[in-house]
């Protein structure tokens, strides 16, 4: 089995509805086990102006699934939840990002592990901290808590408290 860490986020409808039906859907999933659940975090959004604040979190799974698998079944749950790709980091109902898989590196065309933005979103480090403070990226090699003080030391606004959902 496979250690991986899903980062959610959504900011059109009822986005904490939506997390718990997908986070159902992953449990769902072949050989698949939810093992933890960060906070849910509000965050002003990155990308085109204008849009709603989003919210995000992080899920904790243990899967059997091979990464492109994991990756296409997590596309058709977005799809599910009325997800349309119209605008690069544009407002959406719900995005699935796989972050890491264990202290795998991947890089393929459809699919780069560990996520390449991780460790520069405090949307992504902070709830993932919920989780997993002590997981070490594999090739920077620094832990979650330790690139998170980093960013909140660089100038960034630490999050407001998070909220369970």
């Keep these: 089995m496979s250690k991986a860490f899903i980062a959610l986020g959504g900011n059109l409808g009822d986005v904490r509805s939506t997390f718990s039906s ?3 859907q992953i449990k769902a999933l072949p050989d698949t086990q939810v093992t933890g659940s960060s ?3 509000q965050t002003p959004p990155v990308g085109p102006a ?3 604040d989003y919210l995000n979190a992080v899920v904790a799974i243990e899967t059997e699934m091979v990464p492109l698998a994991l ?4 596309q058709a749950i977005e799809l599910a939840h009325g997800r349309k790709r119209k605008e690069h980091w544009g407002a959406r109902t719900l995005d699935l990002d796989i972050i890491a898989i264990d202290r795998e590196t991947i890089e393929m065309e459809r699919l780069t592990v560990p996520h ?3 460790f520069e979103r405090q949307f992504v480090l902070r709830p993932l901290c919920d989780l997993a403070p002590e997981w070490q990226h594999p090739q920077l090699r620094q832990t979650v808590a330790e690139r998170l003080k980093e960013v909140i030391a ?3 606004v630490p999050l ?3 909220e369970a959902w």
């Design 22 to 24: 997908a986070r159902d």
């Design 39 to 41: 906070l849910l975090y």
């Design 50 to 52: 204008g849009q709603p």
């Design 71 to 74: 990756l296409d079944a997590l």
């Design 116 to 118: 390449p933005f991780m």
């Design 154 to 156: 660089a100038g960034e």
């Design 160 to 162: 407001p408290g998070g």
